[in-house]
């Protein structure tokens, strides 16, 4: 059973979920970490839809899991190291259309947690569902590779220099 998300950090409907502390990484390595899971939950929605598609509800619910763990620590880490650097160095007006990105955490992390109960669901709605977690999933990292964490990148050299 995945946990409800918790709390809320500054009240700007951003998820703060579960027990997981940000990895104290320096920023460059931080965000190849980020990609790359981009890319490993990228394969873990395509493998839930895969396993759906054949009723193989044992490898659906293994690795609904294994997404559901792994987004968690991901947007802690989006939330506490990458926002926060926008928000320190840009300010909450400057880092508006940023912070408007990472609001999209809870929809896609809601829309996680109802794929979950698929048991309770019809094979069209569960299809449905993952579709348009997909298209959420892919917009929203989309944003974040062209535009946020390129942004970070600079901003945190101009910090250092
Ligand atoms: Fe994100
Ligand atoms: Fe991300």
Do not use: C, W
């Amino acid at each position: 059973m995945i946990e409800e998300p918790s709390r809320d950090s500054g009240g700007m409907g951003i998820v703060r979920p579960g027990p997981f502390l940000p990895r104290k990484m320096e920023l460059k390595s931080l965000i190849r970490t980020l990609v790359g899971e981009h890319t490993t939950m990228k394969e873990g929605l395509r493998a839930a839809r895969e396993a759906a598609q054949k009723h193989d509800f044992g490898a659906l619910a293994k690795t609904l899991a294994g997404l559901d763990l792994l987004f968690r620590q991901h947007i802690v880490d989006e939330e506490s190291t990458i926002l926060r650097l926008l928000i320190g160095v840009l300010g909450t007006k400057g880092a508006e259309e940023e912070i408007r990105v990472f609001q999209q955490h809870r929809p896609i992390y809601q829309l996680m947690r109802r794929i979950a109960e698929f048991a309770s669901m019809s094979a069209s709605e569960l299809e449905a569902n993952q579709e348009e977690l997909r298209n959420l999933f892919d917009t929203h990292v989309a944003a974040e590779e062209k535009q946020i964490f390129p942004k970070a990148k600079s901003l945190s050299g101009r910090l250092q220099g």
